[in-house]
């Protein structure tokens, strides 16, 4: 079967390069249903989409034959990619926000397909921190972009960020998206988060962790194809796409969670996994009072990363470890692919605002070599990353 796309057009100069765009889609063998919202229909019509795709075009959320016919449920799931060009400032900011009051919008916000943007607009309009607060949100929720480029606007004189990116440009980013990726068929592992050790029902001890670095990275293993199991200690992080998420609590729990993942193509452990636990769980809460404070014996906790690293026949083909270091980074990241047994480890310098931040900034340690990455957002670590293991992962099949 094709692969199916529906096109959302916004309402900006650029909708009638989105009608170049459905050609050229239909003539890479990909199938278009195009959505308008009512700002779009005043730049070009319905009948001229429609002509183009061979099918009318949805326009209203509250036509009861359109929605009887085709609702907005499945106009957002009935497809493989949903393209949206140009993607207005106003369409942003509404899924940004999660607005739905409109068609386009309500099919954004009820999708669960990969969904592209190419944004258009002016470049004030851009630049406004309203517009780049949107933006980064979209992307952390793991939508793709591609543009705006720089150049020309339509208003005369004005140039800037803002132009709507090519539609050849726009078709080959959704072809990407819509490629089956170099994961496909691969089993993928991550643990993300902080895990929690009880002392009594109220009281645990933890350690510092977003779990953003770790999601990230199931979201790009996903986007890649690959089928990704995220063994997650409790974050307040949406669910990437695509990615199935056990919620655990406990580093035992999350080692008897990796455990049942197996068989596994790659393991990436970026949990903030507690090393110790207290000894005993005390059964009710423990009482201030003449027993004066407690004291808490602890024990250690199973080492997730070296127990998958070390399983033998049943081992992951890639292990992936992370380093949280405040000094020595190198040689202190280098020991522990020793210690662990694992094949790589990304090491990052924790003394500064790494954590809980939005960026980081990493060394990629593997056996024979040592990559210093600049500092960029999880996201885009999260990326490069995936990248890496599919190029080895794929180089290793061909091995065989
Ligand atoms: N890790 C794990 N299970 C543990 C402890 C750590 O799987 N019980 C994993 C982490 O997910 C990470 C790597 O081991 O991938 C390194 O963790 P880190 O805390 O930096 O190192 P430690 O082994 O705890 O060593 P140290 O505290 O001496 O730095």
Redo the contacts with the bound molecule.
Sequence with gaps: MSKRVLLIIGGGIAAYKSLELIRRLKDAGVSVRVVMTDAAQRFVTPLAAGALVGERVFTDLFDQTQEFDVGHIRLARECDLIVVAPATADLMAKAAHGLANDLASAVLLATDKPVLMAPVMNPHMWANAATQRNFATLQAQGLRFIGPNEGEMAERGERGVGRMAEPEEIRDAALAALSDGPLKGKRALV?AGP?IEAIDPVRFIS?RSSGKQGYAIAAALAELGAEVTLVSGPTNLPVPFGVKRIAIES?RE??EASEAALPLDVA????????WRPTKEAPTKIKKGAAGVPAIALQ?????????SKLGKKRPKLV??????TNDVED?ARA?IA??G?DW??ANDVSGDVMGGAENQVLLITKDKTEAWPRMAKEAVARKLAAEIAKSLTAKARRK
Excluded: S
Excluded at 300 to 308: M, Q, R, S
Excluded at 320 to 325: H, I, Q, T, W
């Design positions: 643990t895990t350690n580093a999350m080692l990436v452990m970026v949990a903030a996994v507690a090393d250690e906790n199973p080492d997730i990363l070296a127990t998958l992936v470890g992370f380093a949280a270091e202190n522990k210690k662990k694992c480890i990304v």
